[in-house]
């Protein structure tokens, strides 16, 4: 069992950063593979980035590769999303969600059985 909430969305300028948290209550955050997912009005959610219960393994979608960067904190039970260069195809909801299963389907929303509630980044042209 495990909670999740999200913070740090919000109204951010192409070509500007924002800092995504994700906070875990319950298990330990270490216990869970991590990822991150978007949605953006009228499209399928889809994947946007994941790392591993030790943190030694990041993986990325094409096209936030090389922008952002995900990372975790396990003493804090926290995970981060640096969005960096933000582009205005980068506005949607962004949930944070948390797997304990195999890790080779980290892309996958059916792998995550749990998720946040989700917030929301702007990214103005």
């Known amino acids: 069992q495990v909670t999740l909430v999200e913070s740090g969305g919000g109204l951010v300028q192409a070509g500007g950063s924002l800092r995504l948290s994700c906070a875990a209550s319950?298990?330990?955050?270490?216990?869970?593979?991590m990822g991150w997912f978007r949605q953006a009005p009228g499209k399928d959610r889809e994947f946007v980035s994941a790392?591993?219960?030790?943190?030694?393994?990041?993986y990325y979608s094409d096209s936030v590769k090389g922008r952002f960067t995900m990372s975790r904190d396990n003493a804090k039970n926290t995970v981060y999303l640096q969005m960096n260069s933000v582009k205005p195809e980068d506005t949607a909801v962004y949930y944070c969600?948390?797997?304990?299963?195999?890790?080779?389907?980290?892309?996958?929303?059916?792998?995550?059985?749990?998720w946040g509630q989700g917030t929301q980044v702007t990214v103005s042209s």
């Open positions: 790392i591993s219960r030790s943190g030694g393994n990041v």
């Open positions: 319950g298990r330990a955050s270490s216990s869970y593979l």
């Open positions: 969600a948390a797997s304990n299963r195999d890790e080779v389907y980290y892309s996958n929303s059916p792998t995550y059985r749990y």
